[in-house]
């Protein structure tokens, strides 16, 4: 596994390794000592996967707040999107700034998501499907949280979409206040 820093403290794209053959190929999506090896968190306390019917579906951006922070790692299992995560620590030195990437099935590529760090995709295609491993923090609704996929405090430049589908809660978030 290869392990790029990104220009988020602490995020990071995890590219799979992968043996090919004539029959297509293997790669592991998840290995503890490797993790472990590149100081990453190890514990996958849940596993889950999102499937969204139609491109130009925004989920995000949303994180967890204390003591339910948790550490991300997304790959897309099916379809496309566009990917961000947005720092949101204050204490930290890439504070309000974000990272974005185009995923791909089978593009074996995962990003590594710290805590503290918020996450949201757009579909680019049709039968989109996301899996997410939390490395950390149980789901707790009361601590679920987002703000607003478009805040201008933010600046995402999110892909040219039309008839987009999002929940009324992630449309709704108030300004980003520092
Ligand atoms: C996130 C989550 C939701 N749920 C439930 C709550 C609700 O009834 C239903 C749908 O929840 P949501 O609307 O929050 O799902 P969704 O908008 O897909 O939430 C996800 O968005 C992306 C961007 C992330 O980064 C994820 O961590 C997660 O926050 O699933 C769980 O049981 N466990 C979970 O871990």
Redesign the pocket.
């Given at each position: 596994m290869n392990k790029v820093a990104l220009n988020i403290d602490g995020a990071y794209l995890l590219q799979q390794t992968r043996h090919e053959d004539e029959r297509g190929y293997f790669s592991r999506s998840y290995c503890k000592s490797t993790m472990q090896s590149q100081s990453l968190a190890t514990t996958v306390i849940?596993q889950?996967e999102?499937y969204n019917k139609k491109p130009f579906t925004l989920?995000?951006?949303?994180?967890?707040s204390a003591p339910y922070e948790?550490v991300?790692l997304?790959r897309c299992l099916q379809g496309k999107l566009y990917d961000v995560i947005l720092d949101l620590r204050p204490d930290s030195p890439t504070y309000l700034q974000h990272y974005a990437t185009e995923l791909s099935a089978f593009d074996g590529q995962m990003i590594y998501?710290p805590k503290g760090v918020?996450?949201?995709?757009m579909t680019l295609q049709k039968n989109t499907v996301?899996g997410?491993s939390?490395l950390e923090g149980?789901?707790s609704?009361e601590h679920?949280s987002?703000v607003r996929w478009n805040d201008s405090a933010f600046n995402i430049a999110w892909p040219e979409y039309s008839n987009i589908v999002i929940?009324e809660?992630?449309r709704s978030y108030k300004d980003y206040i520092e």
């Amino acid at each position: 596994m290869n392990k790029v820093a990104l220009n988020i403290d602490g995020a990071y794209l995890l590219q799979q390794t992968r043996h090919e053959d004539e029959r297509g190929y293997f790669s592991r999506s998840y290995c503890k000592s490797t993790m472990q090896s590149q100081s990453l968190a190890t514990t996958v306390i849940q596993q889950s996967e999102s499937y969204n019917k139609k491109p130009f579906t925004l989920r995000g951006m949303h994180f967890q707040s204390a003591p339910y922070e948790e550490v991300k790692l997304i790959r897309c299992l099916q379809g496309k999107l566009y990917d961000v995560i947005l720092d949101l620590r204050p204490d930290s030195p890439t504070y309000l700034q974000h990272y974005a990437t185009e995923l791909s099935a089978f593009d074996g590529q995962m990003i590594y998501v710290p805590k503290g760090v918020a996450h949201g995709f757009m579909t680019l295609q049709k039968n989109t499907v996301i899996g997410y491993s939390m490395l950390e923090g149980e789901y707790s609704a009361e601590h679920a949280s987002g703000v607003r996929w478009n805040d201008s405090a933010f600046n995402i430049a999110w892909p040219e979409y039309s008839n987009i589908v999002i929940s009324e809660r992630d449309r709704s978030y108030k300004d980003y206040i520092e």
